[in-house]
């Protein structure tokens, strides 16, 4: 049964896989609008297998080479930081590595986990910048988190989004990130680029599976 884009909202989706039963049998759609591929709401996992999963994760703040491959996009972010940016790492996980690297270079960044750093009273706040790493992949509405992305930087801001892009989906079934169950959203640079169409921002990717969004200044 086909499920409707959960980033775009069109029907016009067809499924690209099936993963076998060892994997869990869960079906994937790709949608011809804004060229997400995600998984239906009947194979999500619910919260208690989800956090279980993510606490498998090694996220260690300390560790060298998990430092190294967050600073693929940090590097890009800082670099366009201004002295006094504040910042949110949306996603920041059970060990909230990038807060720290952030917070040692002299930036002030709170932490924002729905399973690990919940404090909703973050999300009133607006931000210079806001850091997303390995965490779009676990949207399930990912048309309603990328809004709320957009609603909490503030105008001239930058959002840093770290992902695995597709380049080509008919390799879709040999690739190793559809096999983690809370991977449910895919994207290509054709994606985020509508992602940045529909909210009036600008993107690029700088480096491998790396994309930055600019809000627009406000008019003066």
């Given at each position: 049964?086909?499920?409707?884009?959960?980033?775009?909202?069109?029907?016009?989706?067809?499924?690209?896989?099936?993963?076998?039963?060892?994997?869990?049998?869960?079906?994937?759609?790709?949608?011809?609008?804004?060229?997400?591929?995600?998984?239906?709401?009947?194979?999500?996992?619910?919260?208690?297998?989800?956090?279980?999963?993510?606490?498998?994760?090694?996220?260690?703040?300390?560790?060298?080479?998990?430092?190294?491959?967050?600073?693929?996009?940090?590097?890009?972010?800082?670099?366009?930081?201004?002295?006094?940016?504040?910042?949110?790492?949306?996603?920041?996980?059970?060990?909230?590595?990038?807060?720290?690297?952030?917070?040692?270079?002299?930036?002030?960044?709170?932490?924002?986990?729905?399973?690990?750093?919940?404090?909703?009273?973050?999300?009133?706040?607006?931000?210079?910048?806001?850091?997303?790493?390995?965490?779009?992949?676990?949207?399930?509405?990912?048309?309603?988190?990328?809004?709320?992305?957009?609603?909490?930087?503030?105008?001239?801001?930058?959002?840093?989004?770290?992902?695995?892009?597709?380049?080509?989906?008919?390799?879709?079934?040999?690739?190793?990130?559809?096999?983690?169950?809370?991977?449910?959203?895919?994207?290509?640079?054709?994606?985020?680029?509508?992602?940045s169409d529909s909210l009036h921002m600008e993107v690029d990717f700088p480096t491998a599976n790396v994309a930055i969004f600019r809000k627009p200044s406000e008019v003066r």
């Open positions: 049964m086909a499920s409707q884009c959960p980033l775009c909202h069109s029907w016009d989706v067809r499924r690209i896989h099936t993963s076998s039963e060892r994997l869990g049998s869960r079906e994937f759609f790709l949608c011809s609008v804004c060229d997400l591929v995600h998984v239906p709401v009947r194979y999500h996992l619910d919260h208690d297998a989800e956090k279980a999963r993510y606490l498998l994760h090694n996220n260690d703040p300390a560790d060298p080479e998990y430092r190294k491959f967050l600073s693929r996009l940090w590097n890009v972010v800082r670099a366009e930081l201004s002295s006094g940016a504040q910042g949110l790492d949306f996603g920041s996980g059970p060990g909230p590595a990038l807060v720290h690297m952030a917070t040692e270079d002299g930036f002030d960044i709170l932490p924002y986990d729905p399973y690990f750093a919940p404090d909703p009273s973050v999300l009133e706040s607006r931000f210079d910048f806001i850091t997303c790493t390995e965490t779009a992949e676990h949207f399930s509405s990912p048309g309603t988190e990328f809004k709320q992305l957009h609603s909490l930087l503030k105008a001239g801001g930058i959002l840093g989004v770290m992902t695995s892009m597709s380049a080509d989906w008919s390799q879709f079934p040999n690739w190793h990130y559809n096999r983690d169950p809370t991977h449910i959203a895919y994207y290509s640079r054709r994606t985020l680029e509508w992602v």
